[in-house]
């Protein structure tokens, strides 16, 4: 497995690869987890390269969130990805992805602004900004982003859409522990107490999905259900419940199948985003 920390030998690694050959490609901040292997997994079972990087990009933090604290593990990642055959994996400095500061941006400026961008204004364009670059170095045939961050995957498809991309997006289905929480690397910040408060996030999204499939379709109605199930979790704090189109983003007053419940809560001072499709996400593991 070849390690580059250099943006222009990554790129020369890539556009050395056999034209034929299709490389898959696994942006991820590091401390990985099974979430992330799963992606590895489906770009191991279709392409005959798989790159992955791992870099915590400092463009999509804001200023009093954990950039600093965020997990770092590079040498256990680098032995978990050896072990999923991945043959490539790029780990760039700041200074390497951002060498004479930021000044170009990409803005996918609409959906930046929604779920998680309206609470963490200059997330979304720091994704965007850093996945472009990313792209721009790999070059790769396909790019597989997780469901978990569906807001991430609906700027990225758009992005891809907008700048005419040459590059497929592949979306792998949320990774939970048994209690149905969603893997994330933040979930290392969890105290035992928080880590008990937590497992409720996925339950008001089970509970949300069993109203829908016993016929309710008002969304008002539906968010009630999971919002007083959030709420009578002493150890949660929410921040947004809400019923979206998984493209646009924007609310919608009657859930269709497909329609996406999304959710964000603090957990001490630990923020989690959890999601589901109704009728179309399987939660039914609790
Ligand atoms: P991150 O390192 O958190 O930026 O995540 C890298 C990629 O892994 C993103 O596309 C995430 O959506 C995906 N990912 C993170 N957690 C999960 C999970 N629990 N299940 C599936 N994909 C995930």
Redesign the pocket.
Known sequence: MQVLEDPYQFQAYCASLDASHALGF??????I????L??VRASRRQDEVTAVSIFVNPTQFGPSEDLANYPRHLEQDLALLEKEGVQVVFTPTPEGMYPNGVATFVDVADLGQRLCGASRPGHFRGVATVVFKLFQLAAPTRA??????AA??AVVRRMIHDLFLPVELVV?????ERDGL????RNAYLSPAERHSARIISRALRIIGEAFDSGERSTPRLLMKGTEVIENEPGLRLDYLTAVDGDTLLPVAEAVPGTLIAVAALVGSTRLIDNARVDHDDLYLL
């Open positions: 696994i942006p991820t901040m590091g401390a987890h099974e979430g992330h799963s992606l597989y982003f997780g469901q978990k961050d991430q995957v792998g289905p949320i990774v939970r969603a893997l994330s690397s």
